[in-house]
Structure formats: C-alpha cells, structure tokens
C-alpha cells in the first residue's frame, strides 16, 4: 500500500508559477509510476502528467511546455512544475501511483486545489 500527501497548491494569477509536491510512504517509492491528475468543477478527472519508474514522462496536450513532473526518489517525493498558469488550469490536483507501467492507478492523494485568476 502506498499513502500520498499532495501539497503546494494556492492562488496564483495568470501567467503566474506554482509547485506542487506529493510525498509518499507505505512502498518502495523507486519503483512505481506516478501521475498528476486534475478535475475540474462539473467535469472528469484527467490526466496531466506521469513519470515513470525510469524516468520517462508523458505529459497532456494541454500543459506541454508548461508542466514540468520530475521525481526525488531519496525524498519519496514526486513534483509538478507549473508555469505559465492560465485560469483552464483552476481544478483540484491529485498525485497518483501504480504498480507497473501497464497497471492502473492504484494510489491516490486527497488532492489539492489550485487556482489560477485571469
């Protein structure tokens, strides 16, 4: 079992920068996947970002050139660089964990808001 912690979310004006963080516990950190999803009011969660065990990451359409997901393994902690914030970006942000490459996201955070005002 894994327990993620997210943390860094806020008010942020557009154009502006944040960075979330998710802290791990409960696993051998070094070898799972992990992403960053997002949902906004009224509508699904979707993905934004992931990095896998190795270090290859995937990012949305949407946030390309902007979201940065990297990870510290000797921290337990995954990380997403947000910058150039635009207010579609406003939505609740979880950090998530899985298994293997082929696996569904088994873990989940609690997520944390962000909000970006034009």
């Known amino acids: 079992q894994v327990q993620l912690v997210e943390s860094g979310g806020g008010l942020v004006q557009a154009g502006g920068s944040l960075r979330l963080s998710c802290a791990a516990s409960?696993?051998?950190?070094?070898?799972?996947?992990l992403g960053w999803f997002r949902q906004a009011p009224g509508k699904e969660r979707q993905f934004v970002a992931s990095?896998?065990?190795?270090?290859?990451?995937d990012y949305a359409d949407s946030v390309k050139g902007r979201f940065t997901i990297s990870r510290d393994n000797a921290k337990n902690t995954v990380y997403l660089q947000m910058n150039s914030l635009k207010s579609e970006d406003t939505a609740v942000y979880y950090c998530?964990?899985?298994?293997?490459?082929?696996?569904?996201?088994?873990?989940w955070g609690q997520g944390t808001q962000v909000t970006v005002s034009s």
């Open positions: 998530a964990g899985r298994p293997t490459a082929w696996s569904a996201y088994d873990y």
């Open positions: 409960g696993h051998t950190f070094s070898t799972i996947g």
């Open positions: 990095i896998s065990a190795i270090g290859s990451t």
